[in-house]
């Protein structure tokens, strides 16, 4: 069996006995999300004490609402929703504060294929990821870092595929232009 199948199936055997009042497994899963969710947090905040302070946030919702999750499959997801709505929260709560906006084109039609990354920049993408707007380095960095496809961003930031597209077709533009500059 894979070791991403493995830990799969522990992660819902965790869930399960979390959700029956087993408080080891809580602990255990708890920890599993802070882990999962942590350099994503550090990714869009770009500051340890901040990412700590939502990641609380977000393990404690995730705690809170555990008893309605009702497939253990899908922890992982369920829990990046969780934790992307607390980041963009205190993002926002940030650019009030700074007095930041982002200026996002409109979004591209469903059928129209994002552009694919320049293979020299995935190496480099995690240090570059702070010169992009938040929207779109959230896009980014759960498509290339994380992994997950177009489709499961848009699940995880509650999203439609066409804003998804057009945050990462926006950000792949930025970084190309930051690349070219030097």
Request: glycine share 4%; no cysteine.
């Amino acid at each position: 069996m894979p070791r991403s199948e493995q830990d799969a199936r522990g992660t819902v055997w965790l869930v399960l006995r979390a959700q029956s009042g087993d408080r080891a497994a809580l602990e255990a899963l708890l920890a599993h999300a802070d882990a999962l969710l942590r350099p994503f947090a550090m990714l869009m905040l770009r500051d340890a004490d901040a990412a700590d302070d939502v990641l609380q946030d977000a393990l404690l919702l995730i705690y809170r609402k555990l008893g309605t999750l009702r497939e253990p499959r899908a922890f992982a997801a369920w829990a990046r929703r969780i934790a992307s709505r607390e980041i963009f929260r205190a993002l926002r709560g940030l650019r009030a504060h700074q007095q930041l906006h982002d200026e996002l084109p409109p979004d591209l039609p469903d059928t129209a294929d994002p552009p694919a990354a320049p293979d020299d920049l995935l190496p480099r993408l995690p240090s570059l990821l702070e010169r992009v707007s938040p929207a779109s380095r959230a896009v980014l960095a759960l498509h290339y870092i994380d992994g997950l496809s177009l489709d499961e961003t848009a699940a995880v930031l509650d999203l439609s595929i066409g804003t998804v597209k057009s945050r990462l077709a926006y950000g792949l533009a930025t970084l190309r232009r930051v690349l070219a500059e030097g």
